[in-house]
């Protein structure tokens, strides 16, 4: 009851700012608190403050770190708050004033139980970046290395865990009083949040991202990511290897600077693709800011808080149906959905294959470098929403991502299409992946799954035979054996099959 009333109280306190800022549709759409809201949208309204999304944005940005972060995972779900209000969510600026640069020093100081003076020669007092969680100085190791050190902010941890307890009790609220919500998980997307929070709270999370991305691309030199001082970094300090660059969306600055924008769009277009499809681990915040271009030319990727990550499945669902797109085959398009167990199967396939076509035929015919990924994917998720498609968070966050990445490409080069300049690679990815080598490959790896599956498969045969006899008077019983013996005998049959058809499609 003591919780209850305490999230009451800051509900109230969240209200009151929301209808200052004309932005408690939310609330009133998922029904929580009706009379809260109710008496919040009698606040005195501030003047000017533009479209939905624009003034929830303001108002998320007036509440702190956690409604700020909290904005920006909900622009990645236009399936809960609509597609206008999250494309003006995901311009949600992440800027907070700083916090002093000798608190900053004290937290170093506390992390390594050392003075400032034996770990860096030079440390910049003053942030060259202010965010809700972290700001970043500039320094120089005692080995004359120059480093970026990105902090936590004080008491940043505890100001989250109390907001996430109260979004998770309004999730729960939202569950009970609009029941159709059920679908869309409320409670899960908060879990997801703060699982999300929690690793960007943990600097040595983001630290491991770099390094693993910065790993996948060691044969790549154009495509860049700053190595990690591992003895500078801790949970709550993170030092990086100092890059500097012009920021990708500053066109001009780069053309007379001697850079070709299409070269620089091939770069990011070809390293994005690999993230995606090739590595399933990719950089899931693109805005200019954390993509620069060096003086040789190079793309340098900045800032890991944000990763996404997609398993092979997904990957290989992502191109069957991109590619059932491209060549109108929209009834393997519906077919990859059911198979991935992403539209329930009692759904009528033909009537989400006609969907399907809706969605292609806009698209169909058009050159590659006309075509938007984002779109498609976003056309889709509205239609699914019809057939009950459970969310996939992994893909929310995938088009988002594509969202940021075409739109900035797009400024950089507007006649070129990051897929258009990426196809080569687009290509020999589905000739690897998709093609005839690629079945054989599956249909290898499945067939090992098996047969490694197999004694754990026969142990639980016998123990299922022995509980079923566990009924029974003890007595001897010569017929167990060779029943036994049979359930041996026909699953080897099976192995052997199994191989017997690998055999065969390998010739």
């Known amino acids: 009851m003591r919780r209850s009333l305490k999230n009451i109280w800051r509900l109230v306190r969240i209200t009151w700012i929301l209808g200052r800022y004309d932005a408690l ?34 108002a998320l940005q007036v509440l702190g770190p956690s409604f700020i972060k909290f904005g920006q995972a909900l622009s990645t779900r236009p399936d809960l708050i609509g597609e206008d209000v999250a494309d003006e969510l995901s311009e949600l600026q992440d800027r907070l004033p700083p916090f002093s640069g000798k608190a900053a020093q004290k937290i170093i100081e506390r992390e390594f139980d050392r003075p400032l003076d034996e770990l860096f020669s030079e440390f910049d007092i003053k942030p060259v970046a202010a965010a809700s969680i972290a700001q970043v100085h500039f320094a120089r190791t005692v080995e004359g290395e120059a480093v970026a ?7 940043i941890e505890d100001a989250f865990a109390r907001d996430l307890e109260l979004f998770y009790w309004l999730a729960a609220l939202s569950e009970r009083a609009m029941p159709a919500w059920r679908r869309l998980k409320p409670v899960e997307v908060i879990r997801t949040f703060a699982e999300s929070v929690a690793m960007e709270m943990d600097l040595r999370i983001e630290a491991a991202a770099a390094s693993e991305i910065r790993g996948n691309f060691d044969d790549e030199p154009m495509f860049c990511v700053p190595a990690v001082d591992w003895q500078r970094t801790s949970q709550r300090v993170l030092t990086l290897e100092r ?79 991109l590619h059932g797109f491209l060549v109108g085959d929209y009834q393997r398009v519906a077919e990859v959905h059911f198979e991935a167990g992403y539209v329930p199967r009692q759904k009528s396939k033909a009537a989400f294959t006609q969907a399907v076509r809706a969605i292609g035929e806009p698209i169909l015919g058009k050159p590659l470098h006309e075509i938007s990924l984002a779109q498609l994917l976003g056309h889709l998720f509205k239609v699914t929403k019809t057939f009950e498609m459970e969310t996939q968070p992994q893909l929310l966050l995938l088009q988002k991502t594509l969202v940021m990445a075409e739109g900035m490409c797009r400024g950089l080069s507007p006649e070129e299409n990051m897929w258009a300049l990426a ?47 566990n009924g029974a008077p003890p007595a001897p019983d010569p017929g167990r054996r060779i029943r036994l013996n049979g359930v041996h005998a026909a699953l080897g049959i099976i192995a052997g099959l199994l191989v017997a058809l690998l055999v065969l499609e390998l010739i």
């Open 25 to 58: 549709f939310l609330l009133e759409d998922a029904n929580i608190a009706p009379f809260v809201t109710w008496i919040a949208g009698l606040a005195p309204r501030r003047r000017g403050l533009g479209r939905p999304g624009q003034r929830l944005a303001a």
């Open 149 to 155: 050190v990105k902090i936590l902010r004080p008491g």
């Open 423 to 469: 196809q080569p690679q687009i290509e020999l990815w589905a000739r690897e992946n998709l093609g005839p080598e690629a079945r054989l490959r599956d249909a290898a790896i499945e067939t090992v799954g098996a047969l490694r599956r197999m004694p754990r498969m026969l142990e639980r045969a016998e123990r299922a035979l022995e509980n079923l006899e």
């Open 243 to 321: 890059v500097e660059g012009v920021p990708i969306d500053e066109r001009e600055t780069l053309v007379s600077s001697g850079h070709e924008p299409r070269d620089i769009l091939k770069i990011a277009a070809g390293a994005f693709f690999r993230q995606v499809f090739r590595d399933g681990f990719f950089h899931a915040d693109l805005h200019a800011g954390n993509l620069l271009v060096d003086g040789e030319g190079r793309v340098v990727a900045v800032d890991f808080g944000i990763m996404g990550r997609l398993d092979r499945d997904t990957r290989r669902y992502l191109a069957q149906m």
